[in-house]
C-alpha cells in the first residue's frame, strides 16, 4: 500500500511512497493538519542520488514499529531539496546552528503552529550505532520534551528564531578595496592548498577564485598556482573520476581522492569541465585533464542527455546486482574484484593497468578496486584498450558502439531492464535549470578552449530547451519533468542560467570558424544569446531584487509566504552562491550592453555582502570572483579571429565584443571599466594591454 507520495513527480519523493509512513509533501494542507492535530512536525529532506538518504528509508523509514509511532505522534512531511532549495537552505542553516554539522538526510522538528526547528540531525538508525540513538528513541524523547517541557521549548525555539533572523540582516559596507579582494583570494588558497583531511569534495568555488588569484603577485603563504595544479590533479587522476567511462563522483570519503562516494552529479560535472577547461587555457596543459573532460562529455552524451535535449540531474551511488536483490548496492557498478581483471584482461595488460592504476588483490573498497591513476601522462593504446574492455563488461558493448545508454528510471525499471552488463544505478531524469546552466557553461568554456563542435551542440541543446519550455504565465520555472515545467524558478536557475546565456554569446563568436551544422544555424547567432540574457535579467530584477538591501533573494516576492524567513544566498557549497555569479553577471552586462545601472546594481548589491565579504570570507569564494569582475572589468572589441585566440587564453576578467568597424591600423580596442587604453597597432600590443588590465585592481 503506498502513501501520498506515490503521486509526486520527484523520484525522491516516489521512493518513499511505500513506506509505512504517512508521508505528506510540504504543501498548505500538510502544514495546516499539523496546526490542527497539534502534532510536532516531522520535516525530512533529502535527495534521489544520496547514499545515506537512501539507507534511511530502507531501514527506519520502512521500519513499522516506528512508522506507527510517527503517524499516531508526529505530522511527517518529505521535500526533495533539489525542488526547494529554499526550504532546504533555511532548515540546513537551523541544523548547523543547533548540532555544529549539516548534512543529508537532514531531518528536523518543527513546532507545528510557526514551523520553528527546536531538534535535528542526519541519519538515524534504528537501533542505536555509530554513536547514534536508535530512532525510536529519538522519536519517544523528543515527544515527550514537545509534550512536557514548554518553558524549555520556548526558549529554545526562541534562540533559533533569532538566530536565524540575524543571519539575514546583513551590515552594508562600501570598502570593496584591492586588500579585501586579495583577502579573499588568499583565503580560499588556504582552504585549496591545505585540505588534505577528511572526505576530499571538489570545491570548486574556491578552486576557481584560487586559479583567479594566481595571476596577482600579492604576499601569501601558499601557492597559488601549485594548489591549483594539484587539484586539477587530484580529480582527473583520482578515484572521484570514473576512468573507465567518464563523469566525476561526488567526493571521495578520504583525503588520498581514492574512494568515492558513487552518485554523478550534473552540477558537479559542469563545474569541473569549466575549471579543467580554465587550468588548461591558463598553461598547466596535463594530458589527464583533456582525457577527463572528454571523457566526462561522452559519458553526458551517452548516458545523461534527453531525447529533447536538456540534461538529467544525477545518477544513484547505488545499484542492483542482481534482478533478486532486495537492497542495491553502493558503488557496485564501477568497482572491480582483481578476479575480474584477471580473467578478462591479458596478462600484459592487467600488468600496466596495475603500472598505472591504484589495483591490487585486495582492493581498496570492500576487497575491490576503485580504478586511481598514478600518473598524469597520455595513456598508452594497450591502457586504452584494457579500459575499453573494461566498459564492455559493465555495458555489455564497447564504447565505440555504444552511442546511448538508456536510463533506469526506478528501482523497478533497473531490475528488469534487459542490461547487457550490470545493473546500472537508477538516474533521476528530471531537467533542473540551475545544474542544466553549470553544464552549459562548462561546455561553452570547453568548446572555446578545446575547439570540439560537439561540446557547443550539447551547450546550446540545452539552452534552446529551457528557453523554449521552461516559462509558464510569463514565469520562468526551475524544474521540467516529462515536458512538464514544475516549481516557480529560484535565485541560482536565474543566476546561473543568465550565466549561461552570456556564456553561450561568448562561444559562439567563434562559431563559423569550425560552424555547428545546419541545424544549429539559428541559435549561434551570439546576439541571440545575450539578447536573451538581457530579458532573464529583467524578470530576475522585478521579482528577486531587495530593493531595501540589495542583493537577490532565493524566492520570488509573490510567493514563499510558507517560509519562515526569507534568505538571500550568498554562501558557497557544492555550487556557486546566487548572488556572487549574480553580480558577476551585472558586470558582464554592463560591458556588453553598454548598460551603467548594471554596473550600479552590482556595486550595491557588493555592498549589501561588504561586511560579510570581509568577516567571513571563507564563505563566500563566489562574492569575491564577482568583485574580481567589478575591480578588473575588461572589453575588449576586435575581428572574430583574435576573439578566437583571445578566448581560448585564460583572462578571467575580460568579456569579448564582436567589433567589424576598427580602424584600418587598429587590431582591437581595450577597455577597463568605463575608460579605454590607446588603440593598439599589433597583436602583441592587444595582448599586452589585455594582460595588464586583468591585474590593475
Not at 495546516?32 to 544520496?50: Q, R, V
Not at 526547528?117 to 550505532?129: K, L, M, S
Not at 565505440?400 to 531490475?415: I, M, S, W, Y
Request: charged fraction near 20%; aromatic fraction near 12%.
Amino acid at each position: 500500500m503506498t502513501n501520498r507520495l506515490a503521486q509526486s513527480q520527484s523520484l525522491y519523493l516516489r521512493k518513499h511512497a511505500e513506506n509505512p509512513i504517512d508521508w505528506l509533501p510540504w504543501c498548505d494542507e500538510a502544514l495546516e493538519k499539523a496546526k490542527t492535530e497539534n502534532k510536532p512536525i516531522f520535516l525530512s529532506i533529502g535527495y534521489s542520488s544520496c547514499h545515506w538518504c537512501t539507507v534511511m528509508e530502507g531501514e527506519a523509514f520502512s521500519n513499522s514499529a516506528i512508522a506507527q509511532y510517527m503517524n499516531q505522534h508526529f505530522l511527517p512531511i518529505k521535500v526533495d531539496r533539489e525542488e526547494r532549495p529554499d526550504i532546504d537552505s533555511i532548515y540546513m542553516q537551523a541544523l548547523q546552528m543547533m548540532t555544529g554539522q549539516g548534512g543529508w538526510p537532514l531531518n528536523v522538528f518543527l513546532t507545528p503552529d510557526d514551523k520553528v526547528p527546536f531538534y535535528g540531525g542526519t541519519y538515524f538508525p534504528v537501533e542505536p550505532r555509530y554513536g547514534r540513538p536508535g530512532f525510536l528513541q529519538v522519536l519517544q524523547s523528543i515527544r515527550r520534551f514537545y509534550d512536557i517541557e514548554k518553558t524549555k521549548l520556548q526558549s529554545f525555539k526562541d534562540e533559533i528564531l533569532i538566530n536565524l533572523q540575524k543571519s539575514i540582516i546583513l551590515p552594508k559596507s562600501d570598502e570593496l578595496s584591492a586588500n579585501l579582494l586579495w583577502q579573499g583570494m588568499d583565503e580560499s588558497t588556504r582552504i585549496v592548498a591545505t585540505s588534505s583531511y577528511g572526505p576530499s569534495f571538489p570545491m570548486i568555488p574556491y578552486s576557481d577564485l584560487t586559479l583567479r588569484g594566481s595571476r596577482f603577485d600579492g604576499e601569501s603563504d601558499y601557492d597559488a598556482r601549485q594548489a591549483v595544479a594539484q587539484r586539477g590533479l587530484d580529480l582527473a587522476k583520482g578515484g572521484i573520476y570514473d576512468h573507465v567511462a567518464g563523469g566525476f563522483h561526488r567526493y571521495t570519503v578520504d583525503a588520498t581522492w581514492t574512494v568515492p562516494h558513487f552518485e554523478k552529479m550534473l552540477y558537479d560535472n559542469g563545474q569541473i569541465i569549466e575549471y579543467l577547461a580554465n587550468l588548461w587555457s591558463d598553461g598547466i596543459q596535463e594530458a589527464a585533464f583533456k582525457r577527463s573532460v572528454d571523457g566526462t562529455i561522452q559519458w553526458l552524451k551517452r548516458e545523461m542527455v534527453s531525447p529533447q535535449g536538456f540534461f538529467y540531474a544525477a545518477q544513484d551511488a547505488d545499484n542492483f546486482t542482481n534482478s533478486t536483490a532486495i537492497e542495491p548496492e553502493e558503488g557496485d557498478f564501477y568497482v572491480w574484484s582483481y578476479g575480474e581483471l584477471e580473467n578478462f584482461l591479458t596478462s600484459s595488460e592487467l600488468a600496466e593497468l596495475q603500472q598505472e592504476f591504484s589495483v591490487t588483490r585486495e582492493g581498496n573498497f570492500e576487497g575491490k578496486n576503485v580504478l586511481q591513476r598514478r600518473y598524469s601522462e597520455t595513456l598508452t593504446d594497450t591502457l586504452e584498450v584494457a579500459l575499453a574492455k573494461l566498459f564492455a563488461i559493465r555495458y555489455g558493448s564497447s564504447p565505440d558502439k555504444l552511442e546511448t545508454f538508456p536510463p533506469a528510471r526506478n528501482n523497478q525499471e533497473a531490475k528488469t531492464g534487459n542490461w547487457l552488463g550490470r545493473i546500472p544505478p537508477v538516474t533521476d531524469t528530471k531537467m533542473i535549470v540551475a545544474w542544466n546552466s553549470l553544464m552549459i557553461s562548462g561546455l561553452a568554456r570547453a568548446y572555446s578552449v578545446f575547439r570540439q563542435p560537439e561540446y557547443l551542440k550539447l551547450a546550446i541543446s540545452s539552452a534552446q530547451f529551457i528557453l523554449e519550455n521552461q516559462w509558464v504565465d510569463g514565469r520562468f520555472h526551475r524544474l521540467n519533468y516529462d515536458g512538464e515545467p514544475s516549481v516557480l524558478a529560484q535565485s541560482e536557475d536565474y543566476a546561473l542560467f543568465i550565466k549561461a546565456l552570456l556564456d553561450l554569446h561568448q562561444a559562439s563568436l567563434g562559431v563559423s570558424e569550425w560552424g555547428l551544422g545546419e541545424e544549429s544555424s539559428s541559435f549561434i547567432n551570439y546576439n541571440f544569446w545575450l539578447d536573451n540574457a538581457v530579458k532573464v535579467q529583467e524578470e530576475f530584477d522585478e521579482l528577486l531584487w531587495s530593493l531595501e538591501q540589495g542583493g537577490y533573494y532565493n524566492g520570488a516576492s509573490d510567493r514563499g509566504g510558507d517560509l519562515l524567513i526569507r534568505e538571500r544566498s550568498y554562501i558557497d557549497n557544492a555550487t556557486p552562491s546566487a548572488n556572487g555569479v549574480a553580480i558577476a553577471n551585472l558586470v558582464r552586462l554592463a560591458l556588453v550592453t553598454e548598460d551603467l545601472a548594471y554596473l550600479d546594481r552590482a556595486e550595491q548589491a557588493l555592498q549589501a555582502f561588504g561586511t560579510v565579504m570581509n568577516q567571513s570570507s571563507a564563505a563566500c569564494p563566489s562574492l569575491f570572483t564577482a568583485l574580481d569582475w567589478f575591480r578588473n572589468c575588461t572589453l575588449v572589441r576586435t575581428g572574430r579571429d583574435r576573439i578566437i585566440s583571445l578566448i581560448a587564453e585564460y583572462f578571467p576578467a575580460t568579456i569579448y565584443q564582436l567589433e567589424t568597424n576598427l580602424p584600418e591600423d587598429a587590431v582591437g580596442l581595450v577597455c577597463q571599466g568605463l575608460s579605454c587604453k590607446p588603440t593598439p597597432a599589433t597583436w602583441d600590443e592587444l595582448l599586452a594591454q589585455v594582460r595588464e588590465s586583468q591585474t590593475r585592481g
